[in-house]
């Protein structure tokens, strides 16, 4: 008995040291996959701070979320809806203590801003970036069904050196969070993972509104083309939708700021009275490299394949969606930054797309 026990837990002791290399070689490929993607990027981030100048958007930052970031949890620093970014506001106070900064002696100084809020804001927003193009690489493995360096490369780096990366991710905005918590929250949905999925959902609700409006409407259009994994498609559908009910509530009742994207006629009205035809065209169009790649690897591929059957119609439909919702809160020129939030998930289907092409033309 005793040498039986012996052998019993000398067994056991070499399952848990297999088990340890193996989790430790499979964080490895990711810490690498990281490491190749910030030493790739990080003259992103050079370029933005160096000559950042008044730039799209700048007037939020300044006028809202600088404040936001010198005192997060404060529902009075800032009006709605940018005092509800509040995982933007946290990160990057955090940022703000550990009292990095980098000099910018050419930077235009703005009177009453301190230059080490923009800094730490563009660092926030630049580790997310890195983090949302390595969940862009993990969507492209679970939609592939297999590990695939080359192909989860491809995609963090189309999510990289998408059009608005320079101009709205790295910077003071809240897009790097908002970004890498969608990545988040669609990996979790292509996982069925339904605990994640729900995590993300209620912190959307502190951090960007679109992120439910574009998971609910994934998960409609994708319960409308497949009917497998039902429930858990319903489930996140209704979880999506209750927690859009509780921001929306925020906003009327809790925060103030913004009246007219909450009151239906306000919205309606704003939907009959379009802009001219050319800001659609530049804001939809134009800055949309990633979702045209998509479009164009998805489309030209095989015909019943999941990716045209399933996710060309469903994040046509989100896009739609976010161009809707974009016109009636009232910032059309804006539209380019709304959209900009599936870069992600476009990103990580376009690599799926072109690895696709790439085999079918062998």
């Not at 019993?8 to 399952?15: D, G, K, N, P, T």
């Not at 790739?40 to 007037?59: H, I, V």
């Not at 230059?115 to 969507?139: D, K």
């Not at 998971?215 to 409308?224: S, T, Y």
């Amino acid at each position: 008995m005793t040498v039986q026990n012996q052998d019993l837990q000398s067994i056991q002791a070499s399952a848990v040291k297999v088990r340890r290399r193996e989790i430790f070689a499979r964080w490895r490929v990711h810490i690498l996959r990281l490491c190749v993607l910030g030493l790739a990027s990080y003259g992103l981030l050079y370029f933005a701070y160096k000559f950042n100048r008044p730039w799209p958007g700048s007037n939020d930052y300044y006028d809202n979320y600088y404040f936001m970031y010198l005192s997060p949890l404060d529902l009075n620093a800032s009006p709605a809806p940018y005092v509800l970014r509040q995982l933007s506001a946290i990160a990057t106070h955090l940022v703000l203590i550990t009292h990095l900064y980098v000099p910018d002696h050419e930077a235009i100084a703005v009177p009453g801003r301190d230059p080490h809020v923009l800094f730490a804001a563009m660092l926030t927003n630049w580790i997310c970036l890195l983090l949302a193009a390595w969940l862009a690489g993990l969507i492209a493995e679970e939609e592939l069904g297999q590990r695939n360096a080359v192909v989860a490369l491809a995609a963090g780096f189309l999510c990289l050196l998408a059009f608005q990366t320079p101009f709205f991710v790295i910077s003071g905005l809240t897009e790097g969070v908002s970004w890498f918590l969608l990545g988040a929250g669609f990996l979790a949905y292509l996982r069925r993972s339904n605990g994640w999925l729900l995590l993300v959902l209620i912190l959307s609700i502190v951090q960007r509104e679109s992120i439910l409006i574009v998971l609910g409407v994934i998960a409609a259009c994708d319960l409308m083309i497949e009917r497998e994994g039902r429930r858990f498609k319903v489930q996140t559908l209704v979880e999506a939708i209750v927690c859009f009910g509780i921001y929306f509530l925020i906003r009327r009742l809790g925060v103030h700021g913004s009246e007219h994207q909450t009151h239906v006629t306000a919205m309606l009205a704003s939907l009959r009275d379009l802009r001219p035809a050319k800001i659609f065209a530049s804001q939809m169009v134009l800055t949309q490299s990633t979702a045209i790649l998509f479009f164009a690897a998805a489309l030209s591929g095989r015909r019943g394949t999941h990716l045209k059957r399933v996710w060309v119609p469903c994040l046509l439909v989100a896009m739609v969606a976010m161009d809707c919702v974009g016109v009636a809160a009232g910032i059309v020129n804006n539209l380019s930054r709304v959209l900009a939030i599936l870069v992600p998930i476009l990103a990580g289907f376009t690599a799926v797309g072109l690895w696709q092409q790439r085999q079918r033309l062998e």
